[in-house]
């Protein structure tokens, strides 16, 4: 057991202590940006009032578009799946899985990767807690259909699915926020045609997602949009100014070892 110990840390792109380490930041991170969200929680007559603000301007500049985009798909239930499963796995799951397969083959790369998603869970932070909004499903009188409640039947308000979604923590989309800096991040770094084909095409996947399904308006989508924008240039113009040895991009990375 010690000499598999050891192989695996020998293995391991800068041993045991920089992956706790690593794993230490991001459960921080989420677990403050989870306490910030159920504070938003408490404010719902200032997430709905905002939530309506959002569509008062949409229909002001005549682009309330979700509705419609949504009609188109509605009538078949295979596209309203797909789209349901993606919202509730694709965030946690590819995200992880990218930045796991990050970290092990491509280690010289994930510390400005990392730094870019602590930043954008800063500014989200920033975000709910300052502008807390209902989401287009809890509108239906504006012709909005939440789709994971009615398609997938899974209701929003049980205790489990509480733990994991705050209702009135929509601005700006972090489903959208990930998808562009994971996208982006794969796209750089991808050898073949293939692969960079996927990448390019997974951030306006999930734009459609999370508006085919009711969750966001594409207010929130181009609030998602920035935060990424933003953390990648903090990434870039600071961060990597502190600590360029570790924290700069590299597109051809080496594996470090301990």
């Known amino acids: 057991m010690r000499r598999l110990f050891d192989s695996v840390g020998a293995w391991l792109p800068r041993g045991y202590t920089d992956v706790f380490r690593q794993i230490g930041f991001f459960v921080l991170a989420d677990l403050i940006y989870e306490l910030i969200r159920g504070l938003a929680e ?42 349901n499963f993606l919202y509730m796995n694709s965030h946690f799951v590819l995200t992880t899985s990218f930045l796991v397969w990050l970290y092990l083959w491509r280690n010289d790369s994930f510390y400005f990767v990392r730094n870019m998603f602590m930043v954008a869970m800063a500014l989200a932070i920033v975000g709910y807690t300052l502008y807390p909004a209902a989401p287009p499903r809890l509108f239906p009188q504006y012709g909005y259909i939440d789709t994971i409640a009615q398609f997938a039947e899974v209701n929003h308000d049980s205790a489990l699915v509480k733990i994991f979604v705050n209702p ?56 998602g949009a920035l935060v990424a924008g933003l953390s990648a240039l903090t990434a870039q113009r600071l961060l990597a100014r502190v600590r360029p040895e570790i924290w700069s991009w590299r597109n051809a990375p080496r594996r470090a070892r301990a």
């Open 42 to 83: 408490g404010n719902r007559g200032i997430a709905f009032a905002n939530g309506q603000s959002i569509i008062d301007f949409e229909q002001m500049t005549h682009t309330l578009l979700e509705p419609n985009l949504q009609s188109i798909f509605l009538p078949t239930q295979w596209v309203i799946d797909v789209a």
């Open 168 to 223: 009135y923590a929509a601005v700006p989309s972090m489903h959208c926020a990930f998808a562009l800096l994971v996208g982006v991040s794969a796209f750089r770094l991808s050898r073949h045609t293939w692969t960079k084909a996927f990448w390019a095409c997974y951030p306006p996947l999930v734009f459609w997602v999370v508006m085919v399904t009711g969750n966001h308006f594409w207010f929130d989508v181009v609030a």
